[in-house]
T-cell receptor
Framework: DAGVIQSPRHEVTEMGQEVTLRCKPI?????LFWYRQTMMRGLELLIY????????DSGMPEDRFSAKMPNASFSTLKIQPSEPRDSAVYFC?????????????FGEGSRLTVL | GNSVTQMEGPVTLSEEAFLTINCTYT??????LFWYVQYPGEGLQLLLK?????DKGSNKGFEATYRKETTSFHLEKGSVQVSDSAVYFC??????????????FGKGITLSVRP
């Protein structure tokens, strides 16, 4: 089975531009998570979905960040406008159900650099 | 709230050395505990887990025992290899009543193993 697929793997953009990161979870997984990883702050949960519905977005840093999950096989994380401090690796992860909640399957990440 | 504290890194060892990475936690209820590993350029992947007190998780020569009395879940390996060089994250999942369970990660620790 294919794992969690993220795109793009690398993105370099200029401050003020819109950035869209994409994620395809593992088929059959009901939970989808967006994480951000930086050297300073480690791994931070931004938002997660259950059956395409956002459950907890308390980790979303600002209104510049938004996430959607229009269907069970696709999610986006958008930053508009982007700022240099948004530079990080963004991970998408999915899991099967609450009973196995701790066993997340991560994508390879999208490395974002905002100049 | 829930939290995970990992020892400060990085850790550098010679091949075949003994490894201990400390992890302590604070949680309400009865958490499950996990170790995730992140190899260079990849997403996190589950290494091992324990779901109740005194359980021992093991995988790839790594072990960790869920110690409720000391609220710890230290990771050990008797003889490390160069291929074990990675970042290791301790995490917990707490199924609080009325809330949605989610993973809380520690900051991670980088392990480098010299030939």
């Amino acid at each position: 089975d294919a794992g969690v697929i993220q795109s793009p793997r690398h993105e370099v953009t200029e401050m003020g531009q819109e950035v869209t990161l994409r994620c395809k979870p593992i088929s059959g997984h009901d939970y989808l998570f967006w994480y951000r990883q930086t050297m300073m702050r480690g791994l931070e949960l931004l938002i997660y979905f259950n059956n395409n519905v956002p459950i907890d977005d308390s980790g979303m840093p600002e209104d510049r960040f938004s996430a959607k999950m229009p269907n069970a096989s696709f999610s986006t994380l958008k930053i508009q406008p982007s700022e240099p401090r948004d530079s990080a690796v963004y991970f998408c992860a999915s899991s099967r159900d609450r009973g196995l909640f701790g066993e997340l399957f991560f994508g390879e990440g999208s490395r974002l650099t905002v100049l | 709230g829930n939290s995970v504290t990992q020892m400060e890194g990085p850790v550098t060892l010679s091949e075949e050395a003994f490894l201990t990475i400390n992890c302590t936690y604070t949680a309400t209820g009865y958490p499950s505990l996990f170790w995730y590993v992140q190899y260079p350029g990849e997403g996190l992947q589950l290494l091992l887990k324990a779901t109740k007190a005194d359980d021992k998780g093991s995988n790839k020569g790594f072990e960790a025992t869920y110690r409720k009395e000391t609220t710890s879940f230290h990771l050990e390996k008797g003889s490390v290899q160069v291929s074990d060089s990675a970042v290791y994250f301790c995490a917990l999942s707490s199924d609080d009543t009325g809330a949605n369970s989610k993973l809380t990660f520690g900051k991670g620790i980088t392990l480098s193993v010299r030939p």
